[in-house]
């Protein structure tokens, strides 16, 4: 089916451990997107794409690495989880700079 | 850095009333565009409303429209006949395309109840 799809929907997770957060696009779109959600804060930007092999760091990119082998394929990793970082995690992409952004579905991640 | 700003954590609303949610937005930008997007219980991000900055007319979307004052930089959405369905978080973005890949810009939204 065509769309944005994100994986786990849910997943907990331990203080230290490394976790991966998947994102998979069906369109090739060439921007992709990571943001975190917290109350009081909205949606903040991690880490962003232009292209395959092209990524920038967001507002908050402090602990997290993506990677962007593939244009369709944007995974977002937590290279030692902190409780910091329990948050709903949303992936985003776009065709175009002045495009909207099609949001997957979200995980939601708790850091025990 | 560009900011956007939602000064109603909360809101309510009557069946079938109209409610109007605030948005400003900070930008020396000249050209950009400004969404609404609607957040229910599942999670998912819908997006509600987008406007042209260098389009003078507001955008409407059947029973959502916006009041886009551009020398004020605020962006108001109006939902017009209230419906339970429309009980959501709110989200207001902006967006410039000048600047290359950038992304979304968003306020920290406003929670809407809508009461039978």
């Known amino acids: 089916d065509a769309g944005i799809t994100q994986s786990p929907r849910y997943k907990i997770t331990e203080t230290g451990r490394q976790v991966t957060l998947m994102c998979h696009q069906t369109?090739?779109?060439?921007?992709m997107f990571w943001y975190r959600q917290d109350l009081g804060h909205g949606l903040r930007l991690i880490y962003y794409?232009?292209?395959?092999?092209?990524?920038d760091k967001g507002e908050v990119p402090d602990g997290y690495v993506v990677s962007r082998s593939k244009t369709e394929n944007f995974p977002l990793t937590l290279e030692s989880a902190t409780r910091s970082q329990t948050s709903v995690y949303f992936c985003?992409?776009?065709?175009?700079?002045?495009?909207?952004?099609?949001f997957g579905s979200g995980t939601r991640l708790t850091v025990v | 850095a560009q900011t956007v700003t939602q000064s109603q954590p909360e809101m309510s609303v009557q069946e079938a009333e109209t409610v109007t949610l605030s948005c400003t937005y900070d930008?020396?930008?000249?050209?950009?565009?400004l969404f609404w997007y609607k957040q229910p219980p599942s999670r998912q991000m819908i997006l509600v409303i987008r406007?042209?900055?260098?389009?003078?007319q507001n955008a409407t979307e059947n029973r959502f429209s916006v009041n886009f004052q551009k020398a004020a930089k605020s962006f108001s959405l109006k939902i017009s006949d209230s419906q339970l369905g429309d009980a959501a978080m709110y989200f207001c973005?902006?967006?410039?395309?000048?600047?290359?890949?950038?992304?979304?810009?968003f306020g920290k939204g406003t929670r809407l109840s809508v009461i039978a």
């Open positions: 985003a992409s776009s065709e175009s700079v002045a495009g909207s952004g099609t």
């Open positions: 973005a902006y967006r410039t395309p000048l600047s290359g890949n950038t992304p979304l810009v």
């Open positions: 794409s232009a292209a395959a092999d092209i990524t």
């Open positions: 369109w090739s779109h060439s921007y």
């Open positions: 406007q042209e900055a260098y389009k003078q």
């Open positions: 930008t020396s930008e000249s050209d950009y565009y």
